[in-house]
């Protein structure tokens, strides 16, 4: 028996501090560069650290939601993001333990009545927000054809729901809109940030390819 126990643990550990794919740590940084561009971010080198402790929280995040780490790359993206800027030492998601986090999430997505209601609701919110770009009314009208994207999924509907609450939390209307409009672009695959339309949609497709985000009308 303790040969089976020693490889159990070992299972155990060896998923905990396991890496993302590569063709995922490239497409973080592609995708994340891409957001970074003409703010006082755009110089920030990577350290790998972020690629790292963004795939350990996606994971705890996913097991504490799903009971599963069979994460998507929606997930590895948002945390790897929240890994960057502000940090997320300790499983930490802006200073709060990501357990808490989850709790606040399934509650926020029970008050919206549910993960449609949510994302109709979150949409409702982007469109009425003050932006000085046109991004968030542009990504409201976008999003709002296929909710499905953003509802469907259980999984994705609380990435979509952590989106809304980080957003909201911003202290300007443009920030928020900035906000959401990075987080959930990840789920959505394509939108705009700034003046700039991103298609995201096949940054991480092709083995052994360099990612790129293309443009968008």
């Excluded at 499983?91 to 709060?96: C, D, F």
């Amino acid at each position: 028996m303790i040969p089976l126990v020693a490889a159990l643990l070992l299972m155990v550990a060896s998923a905990a501090h396991a890496q993302a794919p590569p063709e995922w740590q490239a497409a973080a940084q592609v995708v994340i560069n891409e957001y970074e561009r003409d703010t006082p971010m755009a110089n920030k080198p990577w350290t790998g650290a972020e690629l790292s402790q963004g795939m350990q929280l996606a994971r705890a995040w996913r097991q504490h939601n799903n009971g599963n780490i069979e994460n998507t790359l929606a997930e590895y993206l948002t945390f790897t993001l929240l890994c960057r800027q502000p940090g997320c030492a300790g499983s930490t998601i802006e200073g709060q333990g990501y357990v808490a986090v989850a709790q606040q999430v399934k509650n926020f997505k029970a008050q919206q009545g549910g993960p449609y209601g949510l994302a109709t609701s979150a949409h409702a919110w982007l469109a009425g927000l003050a932006d000085p770009t046109g991004a968030a009314a542009k990504n409201a009208a976008l999003w709002n054809k296929d909710l499905d994207v953003a509802a469907a999924d259980f999984a994705t509907s609380n990435i979509y729901a952590l989106a809304w609450l980080l957003a909201r939390a911003r202290p300007t209307q443009p920030e928020q809109a900035a906000t959401f409009s990075r987080f959930a672009l990840f789920v959505q695959e394509r939108g705009w940030i700034g003046p700039r339309c991103l298609d995201i949609s096949k940054v991480a497709t092709v083995i052994g390819a360099p990612p790129t985000v293309e443009t968008c009308k």
